[in-house]
């Protein structure tokens, strides 16, 4: 593995080298805004060439979806410990759209790429299976009796939460006019999932 650079410190694994561009990327992130970053930049402040970044991820916008994928484990935690305050299917169902509507926008790294008008690339990062695996871990995690409702396999679950993330995406990307309160989404996502979750 060649280490050009790296400020006298290379590397020890490809792992490694990659999780410290990341880290570059962020700080980028964080200093400059979004439409300021480039892939020279994310070079400089790891103290590599453009070469050794393009070697590790073939563009910018790889490196912006793994700065989020970074911060999706954080982000899955607190909406799951959100939702383990409701007590039925139906309810951790509706939450979890309203929870994500209300709250992405605001996150770091997710909402800079959202707000920033980096629909597709936002979009094909929640329409992923790995998204929908993560949606499914929140909500089998979430202690409700989804077997009670006719959710009994993982293939179930990963389902549903393919369907709330393909819900809050289109909140998000499509907003009502005037938008939806709050308990706007709530009724509107209750009076159509909640029929089949059994309530």
Known sequence: MGHHG????????????????????????????????????????AGVTRQTVYRYFPSLNDILRAVALAGVEEFAGRMERHLTSFGSPTEVAVESV????????????????LQAGEADFFTVGVISPLAFSYGARILRNVPVDWAAVGVTTDDDLQGLAEIL?????????????????????????RRWIGPALGG
């Open 6 to 45: 790296w400020q006298g410190n290379p590397p020890g694994t490809e792992d490694e080298a990659r999780r410290r561009i990341v880290e570059a990327a962020t700080a980028c992130l964080d200093r400059a805004g979004l439409a300021k970053t480039s892939l020279s930049d994310v070079a400089a402040e």
């Open 98 to 113: 309203v929870f994500a509507v209300r709250t992405l926008p605001g996150e770091r790294h997710l909402g800079l790429l």
């Open 165 to 189: 993330m393909r819900l809050f995406l289109s909140f998000l990307q499509y907003p009502s006019t005037p938008p939806l309160t709050d308990d706007g989404i709530r009724a509107l996502v």
